[in-house]
């Protein structure tokens, strides 16, 4: 055979294996993730005036206009609907802590989708856990979220929120967003490596996501419309039981929490979705992560 001709693929025998997605060295991967959303988190305000300001500003404007929209023309939460004790009680800080929210899921996913191939040239040359990659998106989207919900906080402080026994909740409710977002970030960072088509799919959903999830429509506008048993059915969407149950925590106690829309079991069939879009991104990611350098 003259060196000219093509080799048969199956000939060459199997794909070298790389790094796979973990490392028995715990301390070397958090370390290298933490450091990896860190310097990505400080480069994205690099030579900027106003830095993170401009990570706050997405959605306050979008806040502003839909609070704009849905109180002075809709009469969302005025009027009978403002007196304290009703479920639209507090809309605006309703509707800006669920922007808040779906913003962190939006920039772990959308921002997760390219990450493995944006980082080709580092992933060819060095050994590393392919993991940091799509971790350290999500990591500094937490670090965004944190700082987000501060000014969540003072916004709800401002309009006559007092603290409440249920704030206890919140690293409960952010922990379920989290791993759901994280299950998802796993998986579709491994699917555009080999499908490019992922990016601009994505970017479709993520918009149906956003009206379909109680983010400017009030739960009992939904309820209003479909019967108790499609309610909870609408509730399996994580991030629909995670947005209402922080407006119920968080809040407005008179807004429904999950345990008042779901009975036990579609409260564990929510938990149960979340365990599995984790489980599958991790699979999907482990599995594709040594072969990755080779697919590139």
């Known amino acids: 055979m003259s060196a000219t001709e093509a080799i048969p693929y199956e ?4 794909p070298i294996s790389g790094p796979r997605a973990l490392t028995s060295d715990w301390n070397r991967f958090w370390h290298l993730t933490f450091n990896i959303a860190r310097i990505q988190w400080k480069l994205r305000f690099f030579g900027s005036a106003l830095g993170y300001l401009w990570q706050l500003m997405r959605p306050l404007l979008l806040f502003t206009v839909l609070y704009t929209f849905f109180t002075v023309i ?3 939460g005025r009027g009978a609907n403002a ?8 809309y605006g800080v309703q509707l800006l802590s669920s ?6 899921f939006s920039e772990c996913t959308v921002g997760a989708v390219a990450s493995v191939v944006s980082q080709e040239a580092v992933v060819r040359k060095v050994q590393f856990p392919r993991l940091v990659i799509p ?23 401002f309009s006559g929120v007092r603290p409440m ?28 490596v080999y499908f490019r088509d992922i990016q601009p799919i994505w970017d479709v959903l993520t918009q149906v996501i956003f009206y379909a ?40 106690n008179a807004t429904p929490g999950i345990r008042e829309l779901m009975g036990p079991v579609w409260i564990c069939g929510m938990f149960a979705i979340v365990a599995a879009v984790f489980a599958l991104g991790f699979v999907v990611f482990n599995r594709s992560a040594p072969y990755v350098a080779e697919n590139l």
């Open 11 to 14: 000939e060459l025998g199997r």
């Open 99 to 104: 922007i808040v929210l779906f913003t962190f």
């Open 135 to 157: 971790l350290s998106m999500v990591l500094g989207a937490v670090f965004n979220l944190g700082l987000n919900l501060l000014v969540v906080l003072i916004f709800a402080l």
């Open 74 to 76: 809709g009469h969302v």
């Open 213 to 252: 999830s109680p983010v400017i429509v009030p739960l009992s506008s939904v309820q209003a419309k479909l019967s108790h048993t499609l309610v909870e059915v609408y509730m399996l969407n994580p991030l629909a039981s995670t947005f209402q149950q922080f407006r119920h925590a968080m809040v407005n």
């Open 83 to 90: 007196r304290l004790g009703e479920p639209e009680h507090f």
């Open 165 to 192: 026994l249920t704030w206890l909740e919140l690293p409960v409710i952010l922990f379920v967003l989290a791993v759901f977002s994280t299950g998802l970030a796993m998986l579709l960072s491994a699917l555009y």
